[in-house]
């Protein structure tokens, strides 16, 4: 029993660090720029066909991994600049850039099932093997799923602390009118976080593929779980992200194995429900003075 | 060229009204000008028309010798113009530190390249924007609440912090709205002698304020509008 309990902790982290990835970008972008990006998992699922494409084409690891973070980069600009900053303009409200990001995702993913079909397509040269510690096995695939994970997650790190970008994206978090009354370029802003969460997307994508392949609907289930992260946590804190998509995907894990898969979107459901029944404003959020809040 | 703000023929009108009639005015550097008026007497359409909130039906308006007529906000804002409302607006979830630092945002070097590698040009901006803010806080008596989030202090701090910001921002003109309105007798000392102190250095304000004896005692102009118009214009004669 203990070696399943640690084995189950072992995968939730490993698996709660490449969905964190995909909830880091939904929350800054969610936080930032208030457009709730179901389109997000669009984003994750045309990098990770790109990838496996570009591998099926012998691009190689390298030449693919690029291939597709730059699919997915372009496809996150794209989002940005032809439908969510159009609508912003034209102050449409929040349901409108709601309804618009899903109707992205289903022309994307819809494209992608057209001109790939369906079925779920895993990768030719797959990784093997396994490294056993004690009880608990590691594969391999997860020893690079982990690696990677922390890298990247070091990385954007690295970007906010040696970057003015972070406290200016926290502050057109905060308040784009005024950001915008004191000369910063919200634009910008909103640009960056698009660009930073569409990476992501697409690394967590490739690190995905490697394990389990790629379908076209794969990519809704880890956007909603990163969704209810993002309402959750409404602080713009990636390591509060990372933490809380590790403490849920254990709380997944744990659920699935006890009761049975179709329970994982259940429990994600059923926490934010009581949640936001108890703290409408998140359980991770900001004590400001009530009467000026 | 003393003038930092000229307004010719200043119009608006929408919806068969006219709230801005005919307004032509300027403002020298470092002065106070105070606008006085009965509610709808056009002062907020003003404000909206000089800062790009609203674009004017007719006239123009010059700003440091260049016209900035129907530019949009952010566009005026880079141009040194702020506006700050009867509400203190700051970032709340962020700290009056933080608030200070963002204020000075885009006068820092920010190309991508610098913002990947800082170079050491940023790294001595971001030292002369800490120290800049450190002064601000201390020149006004307001170090102790710089690690404070800005959410937390009271109304009126949160005034005075705003206006460190303006400070901050490299702000030529200000355009405030009632600024002691809600404050305390003792904040709207602190705040005038903020407004006085900044203008001696640096900065020229419009003030719209309802509570004329406190406008007129730190203002060096006095315009009173009426139904869209400017009735009087009077040089207090302290300049």
């Known amino acids: ?87 912003r303009r034209n102050q449409t409200n929040q349901s409108i850039s709601l309804i618009a990001s899903m109707g992205l995702y289903v022309v994307i993913v819809n494209a992608l099932a057209l001109l790939f079909g369906n079925d779920n397509k895993t990768i030719l040269d797959p990784v093997t093997g396994t490294i056993e510690i004690g009880s608990i096995i590691l ?32 502050a057109v978090s905060d308040n784009e009118t005024i950001s915008k009354a004191y000369g910063i370029n919200t634009e910008k802003e909103r640009t960056r976080v698009f660009i930073a969460g569409s990476i992501l997307a697409c690394i967590a994508a490739i690190l995905r593929t490697i394990e389990v392949g790629v379908d076209p609907h794969a990519g809704m289930g880890i956007t909603l779980t990163a969704a209810v992260i993002a309402i959750l946590v409404s602080r713009l804190n990636a390591l509060l992200v990372i933490a809380f998509t590790i403490v849920l995907t254990l709380l997944q894990n744990t659920v699935e194995w006890f009761l049975d ?14 949640a936001i029944l108890f703290r409408t404003e998140g359980i991770i959020s900001y004590n400001l003075r009530k009467d000026r809040a | 060229m003393n003038e930092i703000l000229r307004i010719e023929n200043l119009n608006k009108s929408f919806d068969g009204v006219t709230p801005v ?30 800062t790009g909130l609203e674009k004017p039906t007719k006239g123009k308006v010059h700003y440091d010798g260049h016209e900035i007529t129907g530019k949009s906000v952010l566009e005026i804002a880079k141009h040194g113009i702020i506006r700050l ?58 170090e102790e609440l710089g690690d404070q989030t800005a959410g937390e202090l009271s109304y009126g701090q949160q005034k005075l912090i705003s206006f460190c910001m303006i400070a901050m ?55 009173e509008m009426k139904d869209g118009r400017i009735k009087t214009l009077n040089d207090l004669g302290k300049k």
């Not at chain 1, 898969?261 to 009581?274: E, N, P």
Request: proline fraction near 1%.
């Open chain 1, 261 to 274: 898969a179709q329970w994982r979107d259940g429990i994600t459901f059923l926490i934010l429900l009581v």
């Open chain 2, 85 to 142: 409302y009867q509400q203190p607006r700051l970032f709340k979830n962020l700290s009056v530190w933080e608030n200070l630092v963002s204020a000075a945002h885009e006068n820092a070097g920010n190309s991508f390249l610098n913002l990947v590698f800082r170079n050491r040009s940023v790294r001595s901006e971001d030292q002369k924007l800490k120290k800049k803010a450190i002064d601000l806080l201390r020149k006004f008596g307001l």
């Open chain 2, 21 to 50: 009639k005919d307004v032509s005015f300027s403002v020298k550097r470092q002065n106070i000008v105070l606008i006085t008026g009965e509610n709808g007497a056009g002062k907020t359409t003003l404000f909206n028309l000089v």
């Open chain 2, 169 to 223: 921002n490299g702000t030529k003109l200000a355009l405030l709205d009632e600024p002691f309105a809600g404050l305390n007798p003792q904040t709207i000392d602190r705040l005038s002698d903020m407004i006085v102190k900044m203008r001696d250095e640096e900065m020229t304000f419009v003030i719209i304020e309802h509570n004329l004896t406190r406008g007129l005692m730190i203002a060096d102009h006095h315009i």
């Open chain 1, 139 to 170: 594969t391999r695939v997860q020893l690079i799923q982990t690696v990677v994970g922390i890298t990247t997650i070091a990385a954007f790190f690295l970007y906010l602390k040696f970057t003015k970008s972070n406290l200016a994206m926290r």
């Open chain 1, 1 to 87: 029993m203990t070696g399943i309990v640690a084995q189950i902790c072992l995968n939730s982290v490993v698996a709660g660090l490449t969905v964190s990835l995909v909830a880091i970008g939904f929350t800054y972008i969610f936080r930032v720029t208030r457009v709730f990006h179901l389109a997000h998992g669009a984003v994750y699922i045309a990098g990770a066909f790109s990838f496996w494409w570009a591998l099926s084409q012998s691009l190689g690891w390298v030449g693919s991994a690029a291939m597709a973070l730059s699919v997915a980069t372009i496809l996150g600009y794209i989002f940005e600049k032809t439908v969510y900053s159009p609508l």
